[in-house]
């Protein structure tokens, strides 16, 4: 395990990369984010990939493309690399330009005229020609950073050393992933994402000619519910961007993407924007979750995709149903080409242990090592006894054992001193000879004795420590080990006061003795009574030099008792006393919970060990972890003085993370799976319905309609990271045959990656909801074209999901009476009802208000009705409709000429498109004989 010292302990845990689970070969991807939602799921893909591999990803590359400047919170991308400001320009300039045809004229096909939008600066402000007008105006931005992207990751040299180091190849031959995500309610991601989309796949083909898979996740409103004031707008969007991506996702030949960004270049495409597109609401069991929820779901699907066996398994099984879901359509003819996803996962979240279950170390801690112990109690006497006897500090016999005394062969000398003057003169010369040479051996004897030293700081540093352990955990055992350490220190200080005490003993007996021995250096002694050969001189010269330098040999040991003593002060009492004082100021209440963990952690964890790891806490398991703790805690303390409590908490939850994870690490043939099983104690049906309740809730982020005629034409395809002779494996099977296991299993996460795949727009369960949001938010605006961009393909042909049948008759009623003549407008410009009555009755001034007074009065309907039954029979009926149609579609056209559209409220705009479609519905009903 890798720890950033400098990181907070949340982020800052990671393992050293384990392949075991992950992928052997992996394919060039890029992850595209629009827009906040968007950037915020690349940002939790990246930290999820880095997780397991570190920031050695070559093989994957992260861009996000906003309107909005990016924040400073962690973790963010490089700017102007990675991330991509695509603001800064004076927006109400460049479209006044459009319009007028001073430059980019050829944008005015799509441009609503009368947007009024300022500086781009903070985003689109949720209005999505905006969004695209961003794109068109820093396209060349973007296609720098693809380009970019492209170029690292299919380098050659970049993927060789990727699996040098992690040992996963790269294969460049298999093409390129492409992931992009944002979300279909604002306005930049809503209003790029198409854009993007098709460029991304011109642009990856040109740069490689093998296979390229353009995946799009895109979050659909659900997940901003947190957001209630805007909710009417965000689902306006959602549905215009929704109906735009179904036109090109049921695309025909006859009907290509065309798009114009350089003038009198224009770019066609007549595939698909995406291979495989993912809608995601966070509809789940349980409830909804939050879009910062949603963002770390996306996160860890794509991680899953692009890293790990069990993303493959979905893979392959999406790749190998493609034909059967190109060849699916609903009722109404429109491709099943939409899919969702939802990943859960058991996982060792090593920071929910640290900031659990480390209070219940804490108080273990408390509990053994703080405990108040009585002072007869707190220090044993054979334990100093024993530290005496270590030290040999019993009495100071040793240094009479190794310094022995002189001992001189004088036989030759008394014989000289006895003979005339001539031979004592040779006599006096031996003498001082061997009395020099006697000299010289104590000098190296003494030199010998102070570098061999009297004790060895390593040995009672170790000896200290080892008798620290023993006794650590005892009741009380911090105070007793500070007290013996504390009579440790005073008994050095001691010994270190007698050594002082025995070398001036030493040094003041050698000063008597010194004008005798000094006498006999210099032979005159010898003269006063040569027969005494010496004598009692010569033993109190032999004294002397033996005590001088054995009081040498004493004072040099004393820096070595002061090193000794510093030894017990500073590296163990004083950390120690460190320790005691961090431990009595410990936060000791539960940090997190299982609850508040995964309230904000549902994307990666789902069922917690802390039940598991609690019984650790318990017998001789107990004393392993704590004594881990304590060692680690001896290890930092010293870094830790200038922490701040708040940190020094942090630090110490940290440890305890460490520890258990250490701990379970070395369980033989532990690993989440087993976990899980006895945590719910397996196979009993406690465990089994959690089971279910995991796979539920990694069910897919959507929900369909109850009356939706495909909703039981579902295809999952999903995976769990299990070996198939797990137990969770066989638990899974009794319900989900359909997830299939991988072949490598992780120790500390099992992901549970579920896929659904064939629906089309209408079984959305929401989708009406949409839809009476952008009929409401166009009534509020007057305004159309803040939601759909003003390309006449879009807003002419447009198709609501799920209109009321009888709302269709009430409209196709009312333009036949306009055909028929019988509803026109007055002189006045106000449209009248002729009911063969001499006064025609007044509908209203504008298109959508005279619908609504003609309705009010069903008679209306049923005269209308009996019209239309004579004309039905007339050959040319359908023929008039259809002329009636075209002129309609002649009528909205005109609502978006810039000289005439200030005369069309958005409410006759509404009008005229539910007039047209109202036609259209009874032509296609009635050719088909129904």
């Excluded at 699907?301 to 609903?330: C, F, P, W």
């Excluded at 992780?746 to 990656?753: G, K, N, S």
């Excluded at 166009?778 to 961009?789: A, G, I, K």
């Amino acid at each position: 395990m890798i720890v950033d010292r400098n990181r907070s302990p949340i982020s800052q845990i990671r393992r050293e990369p384990d392949w075991t689970g992950m992928a052997r070969v992996v394919r060039p991807t890029l992850v595209i984010a629009t827009g906040g939602t968007g950037t915020a799921a690349a940002k939790a893909a990246r930290a999820r990939i880095e997780h397991f591999v570190g920031e050695r990803h070559h093989y994957v590359a992260f861009r996000a493309f906003d309107t909005a400047f990016q924040d400073n919170r962690e973790p963010r991308m490089v700017d102007n690399s990675e991330y991509v400001y695509l603001g800064g320009f004076n927006a109400q300039s460049v479209i006044s330009d459009i319009v007028s045809g001073q430059a980019f004229p050829h944008w005015a096909k799509w441009l609503p005229p009368r947007l009024n939008f300022q500086q781009v600066a903070f985003g689109a402000g949720g209005i999505r020609p905006i969004g695209r007008l961003c794109y068109f105006y820093r396209r060349d931005r973007v296609e720098a950073a693809i380009q970019e992207a492209l170029t690292t990751v299919t380098d050659s040299d970049l993927a060789l050393r990727f699996h040098q180091q992690t040992g996963i190849r790269v294969n460049l031959e298999a093409g390129i992933d492409i992931h992009l995500i944002g979300s279909v309610c604002g306005g930049t991601g809503s209003g790029i994402f198409l854009d993007l989309a098709f460029d991304l796949r011109r642009w990856a083909e040109e740069h490689t000619n093998r296979e390229v898979t353009v995946t799009g996740h895109l979050v659909l409103p659900e997940a901003f519910r947190g957001k209630p004031v805007v909710m009417k707008a965000l689902e306006a969007n959602a549905y215009t961007a929704l109906q735009e991506l179904d036109r090109y996702m049921n695309a025909t030949s006859d009907d290509p993407w065309t798009v114009e960004y350089v003038q009198n270049r224009p770019e066609t495409s007549r595939r698909a924007p995406f291979d495989h597109c993912y809608l995601l609401s966070g509809l789940q069991q349980g409830g909804t979750t939050d879009v910062e929820t949603l963002s770390a779901v996306i996160g860890e699907a794509i991680t899953l995709l692009t890293l790990s066996q069990t993303g493959q398994r979905i893979s392959e099984g999406v790749i190998n149903m493609a034909g059967q879901r190109k060849s699916t359509r609903d009722e109404l003819g429109r491709v099943c080409c939409y899919s969702s996803y939802g990943v859960l996962g058991v996982e060792l979240p090593e920071e929910l242990l640290g900031e659990s279950l480390g209070p219940d170390l804490a108080h273990q801690l408390h509990q053994q090592l703080l405990q108040s112990v009585a002072e007869a109690e707190a220090v044993a006497p054979e334990d100093l006894q024993s530290f005496k006897e270590r030290l040999q500090i019993n009495d100071f016999r040793r240094i009479d054992e190794i310094l022995p005394p002189l001992d001189l062969d004088l036989t030759t000398v008394n014989i000289y001193l006895q003979g005339d003057k001539r031979k004592q003169e040779v006599g006096k010369a031996e003498l001082q000879r061997l009395l020099v040479e006697a000299h010289d051996a104590q000098r190296r004897e003494r030199k010998r004795l102070s570098q061999e030293k009297l004790f060895d700081e390593g040995e009672l540093r170790r000896y200290l420590s080892d008798q620290i352990r023993s006794s650590l955990l005892q009741p009380g055992g911090l105070d007793r080990n500070l007290r013996y350490l504390g009579r440790c220190a005073d008994m050095l200080r001691a010994f270190q006061g007698q050594i002082r005490d025995k070398a001036q003993e030493l040094e003041g007996i050698a000063e008597k003795q010194r004008s005798t021995a000094e006498a006999v250096e210099q032979g005159s002694v010898v003269g006063k009574e040569p027969k005494q050969l010496l004598g009692k001189d010569y033993e109190a010269w032999n004294e002397h030099v033996r005590n001088k330098t054995a009081a040498v040999v004493y004072r040099d040991q004393l820096p070595l008792i002061e090193k000794l003593i510093s030894i017990v002060q500073q590296e163990l009492i004083a950390p120690w006393t460190r320790i005691k004082d961090m431990l009595n100021n410990l936060r000791l209440e539960v940090s997190r919970d299982e609850n508040s963990y995964y309230r904000t952690q549902r994307a990666r964890a789902s069922v917690g060990p802390l039940k598991w790891f609690r019984r650790a806490l318990v017998g001789p398991n107990q004393d392993r972890l704590l004594r881990e703790v304590l060692g680690k805690l001896v290890t930092e303390s010293r870094t830790w003085a200038a922490l701040e409590p708040k940190e020094v908490n942090a630090r110490f939850y940290n440890l305890c993370t460490e520890a258990i994870h250490h701990y379970f690490q070395s369980e033989a043939g532990m690993n989440c799976d087993r976990l899980l099983a006895e945590c719910f104690e397996h196979p009993s049906e406690k465990y089994k319905t959690e089971v279910a309740v995991l796979l539920a809730r990694a069910q897919a982020n959507w929900e369909l309609h109850e009356s939706y005629s495909m909703r039981d034409n579902r295809l999952e395809i999903s995976a769990i990271g299990v070996r198939s002779d797990s137990i969770l494996y066989d638990a899974v099977r009794e319900s989900w045959r359909q997830i299939s296991a991988v072949d490598e299993q992780r120790d500390d996460y099992v992901p549970i990656f579920r896929t659904e795949h064939g629906i089309s727009l209408p079984g959305l369960k929401s989708l009406p909801a949409y839809r009476r949001s952008l009929i409401a938010s166009v009534v509020e605006e007057q305004r159309y074209d803040l939601h759909f961009f003003n390309d006449r393909r879009w807003v002419t042909r447009i198709e609501f999901a799920g209109e009321d049948p009888r709302e269709l008759q009430s409209l196709f009623l009312f333009s036949a009476a306009n055909l028929l003549g019988l509803i026109r407008r007055s002189d006045g410009k106000e449209y009248v009802f002729n009911n063969n009555s001499d006064a025609p009755a007044p509908l209203g001034r504008y298109r959508r208000e005279a619908f609504q007074t003609f309705c009010r009065d069903g008679d209306n309907l049923v005269e209308i009705q009996l019209e239309v039954g004579k004309n039905e029979g007339q050959d040319d009926w359908h023929q008039r409709l259809g002329g009636y149609i075209k002129t309609l579609e002649t009528t909205l056209e005109g609502a978006f000429d810039p000289k005439r559209s200030e005369h069309f409220l958005s409410l006759d705009i509404y009008q005229l498109n539910a007039e047209i479609r109202a036609l259209k519905n009874k032509l296609r009903v009635e050719d088909v004989g129904l």
